[in-house]
């Protein structure tokens, strides 16, 4: 699992899918191998239906790794295959702020702003405008330039 995430964060996808496919023959029950395979498939635009299996198991085996909770929300928000998708993702983000804060930060995003802003733009998507409002207003105290809650401030102002 150690040399999944190291292939992983030096971009090596393939290899990373490939070694936490291996750690979870050796052992299936570790839930952040399932959240490398996730990542991964995420990360190399492969099957959207395995890579949502692999964020489910994560989550199923340790619901507390937000880690997996943001990639799901990811996987849902890029699928939106329907309005549920947009739902499911702002209720794993939030499962993801209430999770174990250790796994938060690891790769793909750094901060509280790029999780509320993933959740500003599923409400906005929904045409949930005081909702999506808070959410980049809490953004935007963090992080006062970050540009997608400022474009989505501006949509929300028209």
Excluded at 126 to 151: F, H, M, P, Y
Aim: aromatic share 12%; net charge negative.
């Amino acid at each position: 699992m150690e040399q999944g995430w190291r292939s992983y964060e030096s971009g090596d996808y393939p290899q990373a899918l490939l070694s936490f496919e291996r750690a979870i023959n050796f052992d299936e029950n570790l839930a952040d191998a399932h959240n490398g395979v996730g990542w991964s498939h995420l990360s190399l635009s492969l099957n959207p239906p395995l890579t949502q299996g692999a964020f489910q198991n994560a989550v199923q085996l340790d619901p507390s790794n937000a880690d997996a909770w943001v990639g799901f929300a990811n996987l849902l928000f890029l699928r939106n295959k329907d309005t549920n998708d947009f739902r499911s993702a702002i209720r794993a983000i939030d499962n993801a702020l209430l999770g174990d804060a250790q796994y938060l930060f690891r790769h793909d995003y750094r901060s509280n702003a790029e999780l509320y802003v993933l959740k500003a733009a599923c409400y906005y998507y929904l045409g949930e405008d005081a909702s999506a409002k808070q959410e980049v207003d809490k953004v935007l105290q963090i992080e006062t330039t970050n540009r997608t809650a400022i474009v989505l401030q501006n949509l929300l102002k028209e």
